[in-house]
Structure formats: C-alpha cells, structure tokens
C-alpha cells in the first residue's frame, strides 16, 4: 500500500487495522492515525521466531497494513501473516520513511478571475504548504524541502513560480522556500524579525508589502502576528483566507518556546489571538501551516476552519484570565520537535545537511501547537 492510498483511507475514513512493527518508544513518540484506524504494536523482534502468538490479536475480514520505518521488515512480517493464513495483508511502502515525506494536494476553493488555491497536506508529519495560483504564475507559501512535487504541481498547471513565503522560521521542518527560488527565479520572502542570523538574501515580509498574483486583482497582505516568533506574519488571501502560519490552529495556538523565549513571547501571542486576529472578519477562513491531531482533517481532506467558529471552539482562544493562558503556553508543553535548534540553523542557512541528513532531522511529528501531546 502506497503513501498516497493510505492517506486516501485516511480521509475516506475507511477501517484499518495496522500492525506497527517499530520498536516501542519509536511507537509511542510517532504513529500513523486515522479516525478509523486500528494500531496494534508489537516489535520487529519479538515477531522473529514467528507470528504464532500474534495471530489472535489481528482481526479477520479487515484490511491489514505493516508497519516499519523503511519498509524490509514489515514485507517479512507481511509474508510470514500471509503464509500462517491472514488475508488482505498488505505493507506500507517506503514505510514510515515514505509517510513522512508524502504530500497530497487538496484544493482550498477558487479565487477572483479564475484563481485557485491549493493546500498540501504533509498527512504523516502534520506540515501544511500552500499554492496560489492566477494568471500563469504561482505562489507557494510555507514550502516544504520536497520542492520537486511543487514545481511539477506548477507546470501541470501552466504556472511559472513567482514568489515563495516563509510566514516564519520553522522549527520543526526544513524549509524549501529559498531553494525553490533559487531554482525557479522566484522572490523568497522572510519576515525580517525572523531572520536577524541569516546568512542569505532574501526579501523582507513586512505588514504594508503587499503580493499580487498573476494579472488578476489576488493580493496577498502581510500581518504582522507575533507570537510563535517573534517576526511571524499571517497572510491574507484574496480578502478570503487568513494563513495563519503557526500562531492559530483549528484545535490549538502556537507554542512560543521554540526559539527559548516563551516568557519574552507570552504577551505578544496574546496580544496577535485576542486583539489582532479579533480585529478580522469573522468569515475568514483560517489555513494553518500545521496539524497536530487527526480530528483537525476534514472529511474532504482539507484543514480548515472559519475564524469565527474557532473563536467559539478554540480553546485557545478562550482563556480570559492573563494568568491563565502565560500558564497555558509555557507550562506542561509537549516534547519539542525532533532536532529542532539544528532546524532552525539550517533554516539561517548556517547548516548545510544532505538530503538524507535533514530526512532524519524532521523524524517525527511537528508539535508546534500548545495541546500537541
């Protein structure tokens, strides 16, 4: 079972069951989740004398998918299920390797004069990267490292890249913003408060800069929106949709500790959820560039949510005590990302890992939200 067919389950909301074979910690700290999703857990190596013992706990008539993080030992397990008399045995391929890099573009809604917009759900690592798209050209914002799969998205299309946007500097993924410029001729833009230690060009991403697309009348508006960083700037859309980088989640808010200054930070978070995005339409549609949890992926795939609803719902959104939200995004926060002060240097482009070096780097799931746990 391919990356791709799984995640198509996974939004289908179809029945798994799914035997991880990684080792437990790698287990616990990361897994593949869906709204009808099975896991059973059992290692690699308590399964080498064979499947005997395991075979009650794997039901009958379901679809079966192993696990592993590259793939050779989950086939092993699979054929050793198939032989003992399983059926609808299947493995994922790739593995977990495969599942972190793949991305499934799902379209947002359409834009003035014939405009579109796209999002890319990175399903198993929970990053989100976007396309606007308008007259021939192309926008991507918040660019995951595995450009290959925007620039052809843009050529199937009939768009040349023009502009590529960080809304901040990540911490929990590698950014392929600055090298999908450099190979398309596109503009990168960072904010400037982000990037004090950077040691590349770049063009500043400031409230007042506004980004047209194409021919048509598609701005995209910076927003100033501290919080997660110190330089982070939401983006409106079309007078639609509010990018809310890794400030505003459908579930959550941003965390402020990624970069050691959560108590520096504290204020300014508030101050962008509670007086600057309060300040917005309520119709807007709110596009993170991160989910933390399954219950965020809608039905059609996309994740997304009216900022007026999430004003209602969100609970981060809702703490009227001072005391209470400083207490809420700096005490009892999830784990940090995997590698994450090595990712933000190579975001600075201070570091210069190969391919396989920033795959390791990302391993595991974001965690750039409060209630991530």
């Not at 999908?180 to 800069?209: H, N, Q, S």
Request: hydrophobic share 35%; aromatic share 8%; net charge negative.
């Amino acid at each position: 079972m391919t990356p791709q067919e799984l995640t198509k389950k996974i939004i289908a909301q179809e029945e798994l069951f799914i035997l991880d074979v990684r080792n437990e910690s790698e287990f616990m700290n990361w897994k593949i989740e869906g709204v009808k999703i099975n896991l059973l857990n059992i290692p690699y190596f308590d399964l080498l004398d064979g499947v005997d013992d395991a075979l009650d706990k794997i039901p009958d008539g379901k679809n079966i998918l192993v696990v592993c993080a590259k793939e050779g030992s989950s086939i092993f397990i699979a054929e050793q299920l198939a032989e003992a008399g399983k059926s609808n045995i299947h493995y994922l391929e790739g593995g977990m390797k495969a599942w972190s890099d793949y991305m499934e573009p799902v379209k947002i809604g359409d834009l003035k004069d014939g405009g579109e917009l796209y999002q890319f759900v990175r399903i198993g690592k929970g990053c989100l990267s976007y396309m606007v798209l308008s007259g021939g050209e192309a926008v991507m914002i918040d660019t995951l490292r595995m450009i290959d799969v925007f620039e052809q998205f843009a050529s199937d299309k009939g768009a040349k890249i023009k502009h590529t946007l960080d809304t901040h500097l990540h911490a929990d993924h590698i950014s392929g913003g600055r090298l999908l410029a450099e190979k398309t001729g596109a503009t990168y833009w960072l904010p400037p408060r982000d990037a004090t230690e950077v040691i590349f060009d770049f063009e500043p991403l400031e409230e007042g800069k506004e980004i047209k697309v194409g021919h048509s009348n598609i701005r995209i508006q910076p927003i100033y929106s501290p919080g997660h960083t110190i330089g982070s700037t939401s983006l409106i859309i079309d007078e639609q949709y509010l990018l809310s980088g890794d400030i505003l989640f459908v579930e959550s808010i941003g965390r402020p500790d990624l970069a050691g200054k959560a108590e520096d930070w504290v204020a300014d978070l508030r101050s962008t959820l509670y007086k600057t995005y309060k300040g917005l339409s309520d119709d807007l549609m709110v596009l993170p560039a991160h989910f933390g949890k399954i219950s965020e992926l809608g039905r059609d795939g996309k994740v997304a949510a009216r900022l007026g609803d999430l004003y209602k719902n969100n609970p981060g959104l809702n703490m009227q005590s001072n005391d209470d939200f400083r207490s809420a995004v700096t005490e009892n926060l999830p784990p940090q990302p995997n590698a994450y002060q090595e990712i933000r240097q190579t975001n600075m482009g201070r570091m210069t890992p190969n391919e396989e070096e920033q795959r390791e780097m990302e391993w595991g799931p974001n965690r750039c939200a409060v209630h991530d746990k």
